[in-house]
């Protein structure tokens, strides 16, 4: 998803703007409508044996998280000014450096969120594996639904509560994970007070002893030069 958002941000035009669309496709269609659609598709196909496996459930589960991680990360990227890729280009780098050196690195605790995000509607989503899953394995929200349809409501509630907690323990490891990814970047320079300091949009220069120091304006970005 990174991969292609980062594309269409390079190549403005018809072509960019089918890629961020197709994105967004699979959040109008229901899971179950989706679940009916990907075994059809694979019993016409000579991959019919994938009925009823794993892989074809991984498939259907990142397909209907594919919007939820597009816009997770593309305000993100938005917020990356071209001039540090441009700066890397002109340093003598790769386009492949400056997607991972660059705009991997900046987009690093945004795409951990997504994947909070996404493990999240992952473990609750039920059409898709309902109908995906392999014969006599039960994900998440399955296994509640069967405790839900038999009556046992207590099973249910307990599995949902230690569900949470799985959360909250993922959650809290997740932000201590972005902050040490902050830390290691944070470099820039803080001017004092009377410094002369100057705007570009993205990023403050800030002149101390005729020495330019470039810091980031946001908390989470502070690239130094």
């Known amino acids: 998803v990174t991969v292609l958002l980062w594309a269409a941000r390079l190549r403005r035009g018809a072509l960019a703007t089918a890629l961020e669309s197709s994105q967004m496709a699979t ?40 919007p939820l991680a597009s816009r997770a990360i593309s305000g993100a990227l938005a917020q990356i000014p071209h001039e540090l890729e441009e700066a890397n280009r002109v340093s003598g780098g790769s386009r492949a450096r400056s997607m991972f050196a660059v705009v991997f690195r900046l987009l690093a605790p945004s795409m951990l969120n997504g994947w909070l995000l996404c493990f999240v509607v992952v473990s609750g989503a039920l059409a898709i594996p309902l109908l995906l899953s392999p014969r006599g394995q039960s994900l998440l929200a399955v ?10 409501i207590v099973s249910a509630a307990t599995v949902f509560v230690l569900f949470i907690l799985e959360v909250l323990v993922i959650a809290a490891a997740v932000e201590v994970l972005k902050r040490l990814l902050v830390l290691r970047r944070s470099r820039g320079v803080i001017p004092a007070p009377g410094d002369n300091t100057e705007w570009t949009g993205a990023v403050t220069i800030s002149r101390r002893d005729d020495r330019a120091h470039v810091r980031g304006v946001g908390k989470n970005s502070t690239p130094r030069t």
């Open 27 to 66: 959040m109008v269609v229901p899971g179950l409508l989706l679940g009916i659609g990907l075994i059809t598709v694979v019993l016409a196909s000579p991959l019919a044996q994938l009925v009823g496996s794993y892989i074809l459930l991984v498939f259907g589960l990142v397909i209907s998280v594919v």
């Open 143 to 152: 296994s509640v639904y069967e405790f839900y349809v038999s009556a046992d």
